[in-house]
């Protein structure tokens, strides 16, 4: 089944302890994204990876560092969290750059509560 | 700054009736105005989207209608059904770019059986 997972699903963690979200997709995609979701902000992006060892900051990167060092896997890494960052954060993959039927592909979420 | 404003923020509509989310947008270099749907515990999913070359797209029960000169898309779920009680996002993207898509605030959509 095609799919992007996402570990673990939800994490309760102290300030500055660093974590690592996993993301990984078996649909051979070359382009993989991190949003976060915020109530009455929708999706905001904060990294995105065109391919191994491309990636480039979204619109709300400070905090957070990324990896591509593997086509399937994104890892998402805090390595300082602060209670901001308490959020619910998605992957998704695509084929490639944005166009019509280069369908953006969600994982599960991960819910993250920084005390 | 909100490249995409969408409301309401949330809509209850009774089973058979007409559900009607609005977005607009800043940025006229936009060509690509998908809609997710999104149900708890879940992520996005895309549900339709358009080009700004039609003003309009029907899939079923979902259509979007499209105003390029007032910058604004609207999503219509017709004979809305309790299964389309959902969290739903407008987007837009320009085709090509490497940022993908900018999303709406999200809309809660309650379908009262």
């Known amino acids: 089944e095609a799919q992007v997972t996402q570990n673990p699903r939800y994490l309760i963690t102290v300030t500055g302890k660093k974590l690592t979200v996993t993301c990984s997709q078996n649909?051979?995609?070359?382009?993989m994204s991190w949003y976060r979701q915020d109530p009455g902000l929708g999706l905001r992006q904060i990294y995105y990876?065109?391919?191994?060892?491309?990636?480039d900051k979204g619109d709300v990167p400070e905090g957070y560092k990324v990896s591509r060092k593997e086509k399937r896997n994104f890892p998402l890494i805090l390595e300082s969290p602060s209670p901001n960052q308490t959020s619910l954060y998605f992957c998704?993959?695509?084929?490639?750059?944005?166009?019509?039927?280069?369908?953006?592909?969600f994982g599960p979420g991960t819910r993250l509560t920084v005390l | 700054q909100q490249q995409v404003k969408q409301s309401p923020q949330s809509l209850i509509v009774q089973k058979g009736g007409i559900s009607i989310i609005n977005c607009a947008y800043e940025?006229?270099?936009?060509?690509?105005f998908p809609w997710y749907q999104q149900f708890p515990g879940k992520g996005p999913a895309l549900l339709i989207a358009?080009?700004?070359?039609?003003s309009e797209k029907k899939e079923g029960r979902f259509t979007i209608s499209f105003n390029k000169s007032a910058k604004q898309f609207s999503l219509h779920i017709m004979d809305s059904q309790p299964g389309d009680s959902a969290t739903y996002f407008c987007a837009a993207s320009i085709t090509g770019s490497a940022r993908q898509l900018t999303f709406g605030s999200g809309t809660q959509l309650t379908v009262l059986p």
């Open positions: 940025n006229t270099a936009f060509d690509y």
């Open positions: 649909m051979n995609h070359e382009y």
């Open positions: 990876s065109m391919n191994v060892e491309v990636t």
């Open positions: 998704a993959s695509s084929w490639g750059l944005a166009r019509v039927g280069n369908e953006q592909f």
């Open positions: 358009i080009r700004p070359d039609v």
